[in-house]
T-cell receptor
Framework: AQTVTQSQPEMSVQEAETVTLSCTYD???????LFWYKQPPSRQMILVIR??????QNATENRFSVNFQKAAKSFSLKISDSQLGDTAMYFC????????????FGQGTELSVKP | GAVVSQHPSRVICKSGTSVKIECRSL??????MFWYRQFPKQSLMLMAT?????????EQGVEKDKFLINHASLTLSTLTVTSAHPEDSSFYIC??????????????FGPGTRLTVL
């Protein structure tokens, strides 16, 4: 079965500090994409970062970066210089190549950035 | 790019009435759209996959006669909650599969619709 596990239901971080959200997944497939989505209090789902599984280089988007360990099936998200606007629920997910784009979501991690 | 709109943003209706929610891809054509339901503090639960010009594929446990999905064009999918009851009250979110390449395996989400059934 394909699953995504986010073991940290809640986390908090001080403004300007760095925080890492963990995500592990399970699949026997070899070709897939991994995603982190953010859902702030407005509840709009926003794509934070995307990683192609065939790429060894970790994806980065400004203050957001991932640590992708394919053998360990781990895909953590690092947020540097945390800002109050980063307060949100963060969801890890994956989708298989060319299979309709269906996402498998984790349970989410609620991140609070404190001033 | 890859903007998805959803309308209405919130709706309150009486028990027994039907409610239609629209999902539009504004700047790209979406052959596939998805409908989710989300309860507070929980993850998204996929209800169905909507493909343009064909019948929707429903997830196990989702009543297709209760939640009617139509994907009549490459930019519009609709979800109709028929004979709504209080237990149908929830946050409904749509998404659209991106236009091409890497984006074709990325979903872009609408802002969601809060449905309250009295």
């Amino acid at each position: 079965a394909q699953t995504v596990t986010q073991s940290q239901p809640e986390m908090s971080v001080q403004e300007a500090e760095t925080v890492t959200l963990s995500c592990t997944y399970d699949t026997s497939e070899n070709n897939y994409y991994l995603f982190w989505y953010k859902q702030p209090p407005s509840r709009q789902m926003i794509l934070v970062i995307r990683q192609e599984a065939y790429k060894q280089q970790n994806a980065t988007e400004n203050r957001f970066s991932v640590n992708f360990q394919k053998a360990a099936k781990s895909f953590s998200l690092k947020i540097s210089d945390s800002q109050l606007g980063d307060t949100a629920m963060y969801f890890c997910a994956f989708a298989f190549y060319n299979q309709g784009g269906k996402l498998i979501f984790g349970q989410g991690t609620e991140l609070s950035v404190k001033p | 790019g890859a903007v998805v709109s959803q309308h209405p943003s919130r709706v309150i209706c009486k028990s027994g009435t039907s409610v239609k929610i629209e999902c539009r891809s504004l700047d790209f054509q979406a052959t596939t759209m998805f409908w989710y339901r989300q309860f507070p503090k929980q993850s998204l639960m996929l209800m169905a996959t909507s493909n343009e010009g064909s019948k929707a594929t429903y997830e196990q446990g989702v009543e297709k006669d209760k939640f009617l999905i139509n994907h009549a064009s490459l930019t519009l999918s609709t979800l109709t909650v028929t004979s709504a009851h209080p237990e149908d009250s929830s946050f409904y979110i749509c998404s659209a599969r991106g236009p091409r390449g890497v984006d074709a395996d990325t979903q872009y989400f609408g802002p969601g619709t809060r449905l309250t059934v009295l």
